[in-house]
């Protein structure tokens, strides 16, 4: 090979990097969408169930290629909801914070997410002279999964599919006590982000 060869050789462009379509340092992301809330409580075999409205907000970083971290709170609420049969006077509103990992398996915008935090369960009774308010706290969980879909370099669009669980313990309600209450929320969502 002649000199000139060899030059041009190391002159060549090296191909560019593929850039990952997915997030890159630090980003957030807000979503909404419709679930569906499932109760059940260990002081009889009955489930009570509810469709609820419901959001997230995610703020993390990047860990690696594949792996991000975020902070994550989200709350679901339902205004007809009932411990007793036909009763729906009342308001539930359950919520999580917790830890957040995002894995991306592949190089596309597909990823599977894992939580582990806190959670939050509130009942309001109305009553005649004022509403009585039952709150219980315990441990939440959270798996699912969603796509990114890049409208820019810097925002996307993202479906996500999740289950939270709620375990708030025992709640003390003015109808009487209901042991262990754990909390199971479905929820799809369309969030927008920015990365």
Known sequence: MSLAAGSA???APKPAKRQRPHRT???AEIAAGPGFMR???SDNDRVITAPVEGGFL????VISDNVLLSWESAGFNDETFGFGGGDTTVAA???FVG???LWYPGRTGWFLKGAVGLAQGTFTVPAAAQADTVEGTGIGMSFGGGWDFAISRKYAFTIN???FVTAIGDLVLPSGRVDDVIGTMYQVSLSFTFR
């Not at 995610?58 to 970083?61: A, E, F, S, V, Y």
């Open 161 to 163: 599919a999740a289950a």
């Open 93 to 95: 509103e359950m919520a």
């Open 9 to 11: 050789a190391q002159e």
């Open 58 to 61: 995610r703020l993390g970083g």
């Open 99 to 101: 830890v957040t990992v």
């Open 25 to 27: 340092g630090l980003w």
């Open 39 to 41: 109760v059940a409580r």
